[in-house]
């Protein structure tokens, strides 16, 4: 148990659903990260939340809107998605953005858009 | 810029030992390395910063090699807990050096 927990596990959704996915952290910490893992490809980073301030938008489409209300929480809010967005999302927290910190991830959530 | 891991792949037998790579093109602030088993998050094994450090827990130890822009990751005597594929993280130095950068990760696979 690395103390973030995701939900829902698995989720499978059609290119017109409107769903959320939700993350949370029991770490105390103050930095929450979104990432996708993709078959074949390296985790890529999405979004980074500091203090439930944004700090970085990785180019990703707007399909994809994250929400981060209190430090512990953080949605990944999505609607009309493709299906190359099908992948593991994880989400990660670290205690701050320092650069020696380390992340700790959750279990992920797999999404696959029919 | 994706760090380059080396190699793809391995397979052990159980005891046996193996070392996997990490390199990257920019001037590293950190190195962080990961494993993850099928179907479970990645778990945090350790981080290197930059000053060519070298740590250790159990029988997996690392070194950082700033001038190479390098990390190793040295798996000694593996068990089968060992499973799993390992990514290496790189922070580079300036900018927003907040952001982990993975490699596309090793398979290492240990066999009784």
């Known amino acids: 148990e690395t103390g973030v927990t995701q939900t829902p596990r698995h989720l499978v959704m059609g290119m017109t659903n409107k769903k959320s996915l939700k993350c949370e952290q029991h770490l105390g910490h103050n930095a929450m990260y979104w990432y996708k893992q993709s078959a074949k490809k390296p985790l890529e980073l999405m979004f980074v939340y500091n203090f439930k301030e944004q700090t970085e938008n990785n180019s990703v489409p707007s399909r994809f809107s994250p929400e981060c209300p209190n430090s512990s929480h953080l949605f990944l809010h999505l609607h009309t998605l493709q299906p190359e967005d099908s992948a593991l999302y994880l989400c990660a927290s670290s205690q701050d953005l320092q650069p020696g910190r380390e992340q700790y991830f959750g279990p992920g959530t797999r999404l696959t858009v029919t | 810029q994706q760090p380059v891991q080396s190699p793809q792949a391995v397979i052990l037998r159980e005891g046996e030992d193996a070392v996997i790579n990490c390199s990257s093109s920019?001037?590293?602030?950190?190195v962080h390395w990961y494993r993850q088993k099928h179907g479970e998050a990645p778990v945090f094994l350790m981080i290197?910063?930059?000053?060519?450090e070298q740590k250790g827990h159990d029988k997996i130890s690392a070194s950082f090699n700033e001038k190479k822009q390098q990390s190793s990751l040295y798996l000694t005597a593996s068990q089968l807990s060992y499973s799993g594929t390992y990514f290496c993280g790189t922070r580079n130095s300036g900018g927003s050096n907040y952001k982990l950068t993975f490699g596309k990760g090793t398979l290492l696979t240990v066999n009784p």
């Open positions: 290197l910063l930059k000053g060519g």
């Open positions: 920019k001037a590293l602030y950190s």
